[in-house]
């Protein structure tokens, strides 16, 4: 069984470009949690994510971010226009269950030049 | 506002060393407390957790115990190993049962064993 699968690990954009970050989760996982790292900084949680639905979008900014879960295909974490100040490292998890232990992947780390 | 505090790494000691990471802990009611590890090339996997006071989490020879009264949730294990160099999350969930959308993370610890 793979674990959580972020693609890519590195991405470079220029500012005004767009970023396009992709986690497919567990088998069997149909529930997706973004964090981001800032530089310095700890995790912070952006949103959490069922199938087709966003439950829980408080720690995503309310301009350029947005993401999605479709039924089928992996999560997506879009950032429109990006900024130097999106350069972070972002990390997906995902669990079987609302309640239950998270499995996190790698990280993207995003880089605005 | 819920917030993790960790210590500054990195942290290098030799093979065999004890270790202590602190860990404190600012949050409302009470939450479940975590320590979460993430090696090398990977992903964070949680290596321990406690949901309560005094409830004492281990696993992999490492432990910490949940202490309402200092608030803190310190990582210790006797004797390290170099595959014990990675970088250690505390952590928090204010929400029952530690769903990770409720995760408030400290900034991690990079912690390096020299033999």
């Known amino acids: 069984n793979a674990g959580v699968m972020q693609n890519p690990r590195h991405l470079v954009r220029r500012r005004g470009q767009e970023a396009r970050l992709r986690c497919s989760p567990m088998?069997?996982?149909?529930?997706v949690y973004w964090y981001r790292q800032l530089p310095e900084e700890g995790l912070k949680f952006m949103v959490y994510?069922?199938?087709?639905?966003?439950?829980?979008e408080s720690g995503m900014p309310k301009e350029r971010f947005s993401a999605e879960f479709p039924k089928e295909g992996p999560s997506i974490l879009r950032i429109q226009q990006v900024v130097r100040g999106d350069s972070a490292a972002y990390f997906c998890a995902s669990s079987p269950g609302e309640f239950t232990e998270a499995f996190f992947g790698q990280g993207t780390r995003l880089t605005v030049v | 506002g819920d917030s993790v505090t960790q210590m500054e790494g990195p942290v290098t000691l030799s093979e065999e060393a004890f270790l202590t990471i602190n860990c404190t802990y600012t949050?409302?009611?009470?939450?479940?407390l975590f320590w979460y590890v993430q090696y090398p090339g990977e992903g964070l996997q949680l290596l321990l957790k406690?949901?309560?006071?005094?409830d004492k989490g281990s696993n992999k020879g490492f432990e910490a115990t949940y202490r309402k009264e200092t608030t803190s949730f310190h990582l210790e294990k006797g004797s390290v190993q170099v595959s014990d160099s990675a970088v250690y999350f505390c952590a928090l969930s204010g929400r029952s049962g530690g769903g990770a959308d409720g995760l408030t993370f400290g900034k991690g610890t990079h912690l390096i064993i020299q033999p």
């Open positions: 949050a409302t009611g009470y939450p479940s």
């Open positions: 088998k069997g996982h149909s529930h």
């Open positions: 406690a949901t309560k006071a005094d």
């Open positions: 994510l069922q199938k087709e639905n966003i439950i829980d």
